[in-house]
């Protein structure tokens, strides 16, 4: 066992780019889900956005890297609209049911083969970066940083924008939820009639709540596409929105620290657990009195199920995560 | 009960002004500050509300009464935009209400509560006080993001609400959470939040429902109050000690009609009433002997 190694990892993993990824795509889904009270569980669906967003420019269009953004922007923009103006009328729960169905029908959209001139198929797109990595001041071929946190030259500069945009965006969530148009997302997760009563436009400030959510997921999706060089349409399934939903309830749901340390602790824990896992399983597999308990194949399963086990103890007997409000919580019940 | 009430000048006003009126459903008010006619909505095959025409008085005291399910919260929802009639047409305040959605009524001038208590429970009840301001710069979310842009704003409408607050002796509970109140208080914090919205007509569902009697004379005092403040105050109530000590004209429903109009003390009187609210045999013992009373 080299536990030392193991604590390296999951150090520099809590700062790492999946971390920082994910806190982007918590802080949206905390605007919608933690704030406002809409189920949306199709956020992986405006990461999509995001990533073909920058890599069809980049692919296509023989134009700045830049301009991946407003296209991006404008297909968060239709598929709120898309999804928002048929559902938000309706009560949370077909939201959910609606979003989580969206966020499948676009992956299956961009996979297809009909349309694999646009994005690629299955294989998605490919080698799209060029440009962002030429804007890194640093030498790719270096290592950079010191012992657990050491990075090659592009993966430095991805990590140092994505925590720079996680950076923004949290100050950004703080300082709008603390003003009245929070308030409003606030007492609309509370009771949308009440607000209704006092004159404020739900419908309005509902799609508001889901395009600004969806916005920062975009951003994710982005910095998610630039680290990996590439967009495969499978890295934005389901799965995705669920872990990064299991990470903002973890830092505690309707605060911006929450969304931030929640996704670092998940993936903290992740990398932890997959490392032991495999230090165990390094020279065969495990077995106590003959019977095998562990192959090195049956990790990764293994891995999620006592990930899952963790969250279902930290649900029990801390429901409102690590910075969530304990008074809140107990308020439901009445 | 009726020796014992006091009335103010804009009680006696009030009452004056309704004195002509014929006690008969559906009559014609001298200032109307809200009519409706012939609303009617449908639940699968039932009739919730079949109103040919009903008027409430400009600064008058209003109560409807009627029993379990005559439609008088339907007949609410119906005219505060909260659901959509089958047909019919209202008018508030000479504007016309028909298609006009839910939040844009409580920016014309009225605003109403519900029978449950919607306090939003885990905010602050200044926090809940703060929201009922309407025309809020900070609510835009350009602006939201530049405190200098709204913080004056608020600091008006946060001394607005310190006021309220006071006049409704929650000011000891401001910085709570409004999940911590009592049922009571919770009825007080949802009205006085609807004043917040600078309203002419205060529309209030069963106020009394789940408040003790101790705070229930000063819930009367209050909604006095409103009147004395120069608003028009129209609430659906079942507490009928309540009703004759606030209302200056009450209006009774039963299956979804109007079936009597008139003030508290003809009401108390009206046999179509008492039927209604007791059926026919009224009065008379079940088992055949004279009640004691």
């Given amino acids: 066992m080299d536990w030392l190694k193991i604590l390296e990892n999951t150090v520099s993993s809590l700062v790492g780019i999946d971390a920082a990824y994910f806190a982007l795509a918590a802080?949206?889904?905390?605007?919608?889900?933690?704030?406002?009270?809409?189920?949306?569980?199709?956020?992986?669906?405006?990461?999509?956005?995001?990533?073909?967003?920058?890599?069809?420019t980049a692919q296509y269009f023989d134009v700045s890297m830049w301009y991946g953004i407003p296209i991006a922007l404008a297909f968060v923009v239709i598929l709120s609209l898309l999804v928002g103006i048929p559902t938000l009328r309706l009560r949370a729960d077909y939201?959910?049911?609606?979003?989580?169905?969206?966020?499948?029908?676009?992956?299956?959209?961009?996979?297809?083969?009909?349309?694999?001139?646009?994005?690629?198929?299955?294989?998605?797109?490919?080698?799209?970066?060029?440009?962002?990595?030429?804007l890194s001041p640093f030498d790719p071929s270096k290592q950079y940083g010191f012992r657990p946190f050491q990075y090659s030259g592009y993966t430095f500069w991805t990590l140092i924008v994505a925590w720079c945009l996680v950076g923004i965006f949290g100050v950004v969530v703080f300082y709008?939820?603390?003003?009245?148009?929070?308030?409003?997302?606030?007492?609309?997760?509370?009771?949308?009639?009440?607000?209704?009563?006092?004159?404020?436009?739900?419908?309005?400030?509902?799609?508001?709540?889901?395009?600004?959510?969806?916005?920062?997921?975009?951003?994710?999706?982005?910095?998610?596409?630039?680290?990996r060089g590439s967009v495969q349409p499978d890295n934005y399934s389901r799965d995705v929105t669920f872990y990064v939903l299991t990470a903002l309830v973890l830092g505690g749901v309707a605060k911006v620290s929450g969304s931030i340390v929640g996704p670092m602790i998940f993936w903290g824990l992740y990398v932890f657990s997959d490392n032991t896992l495999r230090e165990l399983t390094r020279d065969g597999g495990i077995s106590?009195?003959?019977?095998?308990?562990?192959?090195?194949?049956?990790?990764?399963?293994?891995?999620?199920m006592l990930i899952g086990i963790g969250l279902m103890l930290l649900m029990t007997f801390r429901p409102q995560g690590i910075f969530g409000n304990r008074k809140e919580m107990a308020l439901d019940g009445r | 009960m009726v020796a014992d009430r006091v009335y103010t000048e804009t009680a006696q006003r009030a009452r004056a002004a309704l004195a002509g009126v014929q006690p008969a459903p559906g009559v014609a008010k001298p200032d109307p500050i809200l009519l409706a006619d012939k609303v009617k909505k449908n639940f699968g095959g039932v009739t919730a509300v079949d109103v040919d025409h009903i008027e409430v008085q400009r600064g008058s005291i209003t109560a409807l009464i009627g029993p379990n399910g005559a439609g008088k919260t339907t007949l609410f929802n119906l005219l505060t935009g909260f659901d959509?009639?089958?047909?019919?047409?209202?008018?508030?305040?000479?504007?016309?209400?028909?298609?006009?959605?839910?939040?844009?009524?409580?920016?014309?001038?009225?605003?109403?509560?519900?029978?449950?208590?919607?306090?939003?429970?885990?905010?602050?009840?200044?926090?809940?006080?703060?929201?009922?301001?309407?025309?809020?710069?900070?609510?835009?979310?350009?602006?939201?993001?530049?405190?200098f842009r709204w913080k004056a704003q608020e600091k008006l409408i946060e001394q607005r609400a310190d006021q309220l607050l006071q006049r409704f002796k929650l000011d000891h509970m401001r910085n709570e959470y409004a999940g911590t109140l009592s049922g009571g208080q919770r009825k007080l914090l949802e009205m006085s939040r609807a004043l917040m919205t600078?309203?002419?007509?205060?529309?209030?569902?069963?106020?009394?429902?789940?408040?003790?009697?101790?705070?229930?004379?000063?819930?009367?005092?209050?909604i006095r109050g409103l009147r004395d403040d120069g608003m028009t105050v129209l609430f659906v109530e079942h507490d009928m000690d309540m009703v004759h000590d606030v209302s200056d004209w009450v209006i009774v429903m039963a299956e979804?009609?109007?079936?009597?109009?008139?003030?508290?003390?003809?009401?108390?009187?009206?046999?179509?009433?008492?039927?209604?609210?007791?059926g026919a045999h009224q009065g008379k013992s079940l088992l055949g002997e004279e009640t004691p009373s």
């Fill in chain 1, 27 to 56: 802080l949206g889904l905390n605007i919608q889900f933690g704030y406002t009270g809409l189920l949306n569980f199709g956020q992986a669906a405006f990461m999509a956005c995001g990533a073909y967003g920058i890599g069809m």
């Fill in chain 1, 95 to 134: 939201l959910a049911i609606v979003t989580i169905a969206t966020a499948e029908i676009v992956r299956l959209f961009v996979r297809s083969v009909r349309f694999k001139r646009f994005f690629g198929g299955s294989d998605g797109i490919n080698s799209f970066s060029t440009q962002f990595r030429d």
């Fill in chain 1, 176 to 227: 709008l939820m603390r003003s009245p148009w929070g308030r409003v997302l606030k007492a609309i997760r509370e009771d949308e009639d009440a607000v209704r009563s006092l004159g404020k436009n739900v419908y309005s400030y509902k799609m508001q709540a889901l395009v600004m959510g969806g916005v920062i997921g975009m951003f994710s999706g982005m910095v998610f596409a630039l680290d």
């Fill in chain 1, 288 to 304: 106590v009195f003959g019977v095998g308990l562990l192959q090195k194949s049956q990790v990764g399963p293994v891995n999620y």
């Fill in chain 2, 84 to 147: 959509t009639p089958d047909t019919g047409e209202w008018r508030f305040d000479g504007r016309s209400l028909a298609k006009v959605v839910a939040h844009k009524t409580a920016s014309m001038g009225m605003v109403r509560t519900f029978q449950l208590t919607k306090s939003l429970t885990k905010m602050s009840v200044i926090e809940n006080m703060k929201l009922g301001a309407t025309h809020q710069v900070g609510e835009r979310w350009w602006n939201g993001l530049f405190p």
């Fill in chain 2, 198 to 222: 600078n309203p002419r007509l205060v529309m209030l569902d069963e106020p009394m429902a789940g408040v003790n009697p101790a705070l229930k004379q000063s819930l009367n005092e209050h």
């Fill in chain 2, 256 to 278: 979804g009609r109007i079936i009597a109009e008139g003030t508290p003390e003809a009401i108390a009187a009206n046999p179509a009433v008492i039927e209604a609210y007791l």
